[in-house]
């Protein structure tokens, strides 16, 4: 917030003259100055990471996106500034920072691309959080600092072929050996699967999912990278093949049986992406209205026709609306109050909401929506594979449909 904005005179709560800045000079997403809300620590974090995205990311990701690579070098880069389990313990390499600190990181990581906003999800919610939530010391010990400092990339293996939207019927089964478990079955989709050097993946034991622990290299086990892809390209996908794949009794995460072990990792991850899906929506936001002010049709810029301001306006108001949710939902999981469904509303509104903004974003574009000289079909792209993955929207419809009336409409 400026110090101009936070002096600025007001009557019965209302700018004096009504035409007091709204926005900061440098943040003309918050519209209702949250940044007021932030604590000084978040608001660190925030502009940590929006500087490094700025001056490292957005020149070079368009190129990488269409080469379909992932930019190594700036996991590093990420990991030095604290991205990485940023809400776990110091103890373990980690800055032990808010749940909005998080959020805000996840948001101007996907401001720059889903890509990255889904490799920290992945590292942070969906690896580094199994193994401090359900792990033994030892393997905290063992596997936290090195995944905060991306000395070892992890990812999640839940989904298979045949099982997407309903894990819990999943084939991939481990069985007792006299050393540890044999692990057989697949496993699809797996971002990061293919260059990971660690895999926490679920299986069934005696018909119970648990949660194992698979490192790369181990007999039995390979990741072939999936190719095609014409959404997150600049993200890796893998498959996780597991074949009379014997891993050691230490490996087993101890401290959780059943479907509530993958699905509160999810809650995590889903948090994330509820924040992460204001950058994609700011970064296509501020495209269009750049564009609104300076194309010239019929001899005045389109932002100059009602039609385009209704656009910008519906924009900016969504933005604002996915924000406050975001930020209650942060305050909500800091304080140990949100339900599972408290971030399934958050995580379907906020895409579709970024989903919907991308696609006005690239209408008033007009032709040019479509180069890679503005980043819109890349965040819209994107955003369709954010659609679906850590379940669909209309997963999350059902989710919220069974908590509001208490009927289950899965089967
Ligand atoms: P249900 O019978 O309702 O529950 C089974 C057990 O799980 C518990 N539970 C949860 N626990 C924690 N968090 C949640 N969100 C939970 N939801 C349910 C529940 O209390 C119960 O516990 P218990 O102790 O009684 O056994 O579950 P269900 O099997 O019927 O599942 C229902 C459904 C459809 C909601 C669930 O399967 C689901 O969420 N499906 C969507 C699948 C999904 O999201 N997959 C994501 C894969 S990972 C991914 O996409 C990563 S992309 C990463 C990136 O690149 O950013
Ligand atoms: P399906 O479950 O087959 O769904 C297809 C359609 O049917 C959807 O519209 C869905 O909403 C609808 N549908 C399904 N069931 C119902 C129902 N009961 N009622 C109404 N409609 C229904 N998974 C991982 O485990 N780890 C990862 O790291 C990971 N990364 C991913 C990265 C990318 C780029 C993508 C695209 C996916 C990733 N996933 C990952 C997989 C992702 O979680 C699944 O794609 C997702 O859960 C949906 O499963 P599905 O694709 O099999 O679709």
């Known amino acids: 917030m400026s110090a101009a904005t936070m002096t600025a005179p007001k009557t019965n709560g209302v700018h004096?003259?009504?035409?007091?800045?709204k926005q900061s000079p440098n943040n003309p997403f918050?519209?209702?100055?949250?940044?007021?809300?932030?604590?000084?620590?978040?608001?660190?974090?925030?502009?940590?990471?929006?500087?490094?995205?700025?001056?490292?990311?957005?020149?070079?990701?368009?190129?990488?996106?269409?080469?379909?690579?992932?930019p190594k070098h700036l996991a590093t880069k990420m990991a030095e500034i604290g991205v990485f389990g940023i809400t776990l313990p110091s103890e373990y390499g980690c800055a032990?920072?808010?749940?909005?600190?998080?959020?805000?990181?996840?948001?101007?990581?996907?401001?720059?691309?889903?890509?990255?906003?889904?490799?920290?999800?992945?590292?942070?919610?969906?690896?580094m959080y199994p193994i401090y939530a359900y792990?033994?010391?030892?393997?905290?010990?063992?596997?936290l600092p090195k995944l905060a400092s991306v000395e070892a990339i992890g990812c999640f293996g839940l989904t298979e072929p045949d099982f997407g939207s309903n894990p819990t019927g999943m084939i991939t089964n481990a069985k007792k050996t006299s050393n540890g478990f044999l692990l057989n079955g697949a496993k699809m989709w797996i971002?990061?699967?293919?260059?990971?050097?660690?895999?926490?993946?679920?299986?069934?034991?005696?018909?119970?999912?648990?949660?194992?622990?698979?490192?790369?290299?181990?007999?039995?086990?390979?990741?072939?990278?999936m190719k095609g892809k014409h959404s997150l390209r600049a993200s890796a996908t893998g498959e996780l093949v597991f074949q009379d794949c014997?891993?050691?009794?230490?490996?087993?995460?101890?401290?959780?049986?059943?479907?509530?072990?993958?699905?509160?990792?999810?809650?995590?991850?889903?948090?994330?992406i509820s924040w992460g899906a204001i950058g994609a929506a700011m970064a296509c936001y501020e495209s269009a209205l750049n564009y609104a002010k300076t194309r010239i049709q019929f001899g005045k810029p389109i932002g100059g026709f009602q039609l385009v301001q209704e656009k910008l306006v519906w924009m900016l108001n969504e933005i604002t609306k996915a924000q406050l949710m975001a930020f209650r939902l942060g305050q909500?999981?800091?304080?140990?109050?949100?339900?599972?469904?408290?971030?399934?509303?958050?995580?379907?509104?906020?895409?579709?909401?970024?989903?919907?903004i991308a696609r006005m974003a690239r209408d008033i574009h007009g032709a040019n929506g479509i180069l890679g000289e503005y980043p819109i079909m890349r965040h819209m792209a994107n955003l369709e594979s954010v659609k679906t993955y850590e379940g669909t929207h209309d997963i999350h419809t059902l989710i919220l449909g069974a908590d509001i009336t208490g009927i289950q409409a899965f089967e």
């Open 30 to 70: 918050d519209y209702y100055n949250l940044d007021g809300l932030f604590a000084t620590e978040e608001r660190l974090v925030r502009d940590t990471v929006r500087d490094f995205v700025s001056a490292e990311v957005l020149p070079i990701i368009e190129d990488h996106y269409q080469a379909g690579t992932f």
């Open 135 to 143: 792990g033994n010391e030892e393997q905290r010990k063992h596997w």
């Open 246 to 272: 014997e891993i050691p009794e230490a490996n087993l995460l101890p401290n959780v049986e059943g479907m509530k072990g993958p699905l509160g990792c999810l809650n995590q991850a889903r948090y994330g």
């Open 191 to 225: 971002t990061n699967g293919n260059v990971a050097d660690v895999a926490v993946v679920w299986a069934k034991l005696d018909g119970v999912v648990r949660g194992f622990i698979v490192e790369k290299g181990t007999p039995g086990f390979t990741a072939p990278e």
């Open 332 to 356: 909500m999981k800091d304080a140990g109050e949100a339900t599972p469904q408290h971030v399934s509303m958050a995580k379907r509104n906020n895409v579709w909401m970024a989903l919907e």
């Open 16 to 21: 004096k003259n009504g035409t007091a800045p």
């Open 96 to 127: 032990g920072a808010s749940y909005t600190a998080y959020g805000l990181a996840m948001q101007e990581l996907e401001r720059g691309d889903s890509g990255l906003r889904s490799y920290a999800s992945v590292q942070s919610s969906l690896v």
